[in-house]
Each structure stands twice: as structure tokens, then as C-alpha cells.
């Protein structure tokens, strides 16, 4: 009597060596996918880092750009972004602020605002970054800030944030992604304000 197919070892020994194979795979994609994860995390949390190490991204170009007398020209920053796809006064962009969206590499929500006065950068932001934390930020984060705190500082302590504003010396930062709500689906956000890079205010709305 022959017997079923799957009562002969060859059967069971190759089933047995499917399944490994099958979660091997399965753990190599997984694990790769995390390592991905990570590094794209640690990428966007390493975004306003103040290092000379590039000057071709798209946050690079955003951090080099000068502001106040000697500020770059209108020109200049149009080279580094190309042509604006918004202006409050199209018939004076030396005296208007320029908007760049679709920005390479970046998210469609980011959005790069220069307010330009008689041709020069007198102010800049960047909106809508959205970062990924590698751990939500809490109120002990945000009572951590204190008002000698410098800029680097802040970054250190709580990452970068989805929106940053410079004008006339004054550097603001704004934290809404994966900020701890103490009622979920309202308003959250931590906000530090810096002047001569040092602290010189924050508030929060909602952190837990």
C-alpha cells in the first residue's frame, strides 16, 4: 500500500524548511523596517542641528539664510528655493513675503515664508515639519526648559520643532507633533520664545 504524501518524511522535512525560511524573512523585514523607522526618525530630529556638515538640503539652505541689514537678497534666496509660489505684494517682492511649498525632500504641508524689506530677509519660518519623536513630549520636558537655557539647549532637550520663527532676533519654536494631550483631540502645543539665545518664554497648552 503506498502511502499519502503526506505521511513520507520528504513532506515533513520540506515543510519544516518552508516555515523557516518563511520566518527568517518575516524577521528581516521587520527588523529592517524598524532600523528604517529610526533613522528617518532620527533624521527629522536632527533637522535644525547647527552643524556645518551640509549645505545642500533643503533645511540647510533654511538655516544659512541671514537675516536684518545684512540679510540675503531676494535673489539670492530665490537661487537656493526657486521661484515663490506665494506673494503678499506681487508688485514689490523686495517689500513682501515669499512663500515656497513642494519643497524637495521635504512634506507638502511644509511651508518656508522670508519676509523680505527693500529687497533684504528681514525674517523666516519654516511650517508644517510634523516631526516624528522617538518619544512624545510631556510636561516634565516642558518644565525642564529653563530661562538660561541657549538654543542648543532646547534642541537637545526637546528635538525639533514642527514650526520655527526668526525675525528681528527673536526665535520662536512651536512643538505640536507627539505632544502628550491631557484631553486628546484638542489644541495641544509647547511654545519656547528666544532672544540673544537665551529663553526668554514658554507656554503650553494641554501637555500632560
Known amino acids: 500500500m503506498v502511502k499519502p504524501f503526506y505521511k513520507k518524511r520528504w513532506f515533513w522535512l520540506t515543510a519544516i524548511a518552508m516555515l523557516v525560511v518563511i520566518t527568517a524573512t518575516a524577521f528581516v523585514v521587520e527588523n529592517t523596517y524598524d532600523d528604517k523607522a529610526d533613522e528617518e526618525s532620527y533624521t527629522q530630529e536632527n533637522l535644525f542641528k547647527r552643524t556645518a556638515d551640509s549645505k545642500t538640503s533643503i533645511i540647510d539652505k533654511f538655516n544659512a539664510i541671514k537675516l536684518g541689514a545684512n540679510g540675503n537678497d531676494r535673489r539670492f534666496i530665490e537661487s537656493q528655493f526657486g521661484q515663490a509660489a506665494m506673494s503678499t505684494n506681487s508688485g514689490d517682492n523686495d517689500n513682501a513675503t515669499l512663500s515656497w511649498s513642494d519643497l524637495k525632500g521635504l512634506d507638502d504641508d511644509v511651508v518656508i515664508d522670508v519676509n523680505f524689506k527693500n529687497g533684504k530677509a528681514v525674517s523666516k519660518s519654516i511650517k508644517g515639519l510634523d516631526i516624528d519623536r522617538r518619544n512624545d513630549l510631556t510636561m516634565k520636558d ?67
Open 142 to 208: 516642558f518644565d525642564m526648559v529653563k530661562t538660561d537655557y541657549n538654543y542648543e539647549q532646547v534642541i537637545d532637550l526637546l528635538g525639533n520643532p514642527d514650526n520655527y520663527t526668526e525675525t528681528n532676533g527673536v526665535i520662536t519654536l512651536m512643538y505640536t507633533s507627539d505632544v502628550e494631550e491631557k484631553i486628546d483631540d484638542q489644541a495641544t502645543y509647547i511654545k519656547i520664545t528666544l532672544a540673544n539665545n537665551k529663553v526668554t518664554g514658554k507656554s503650553q497648552l494641554n501637555v500632560k
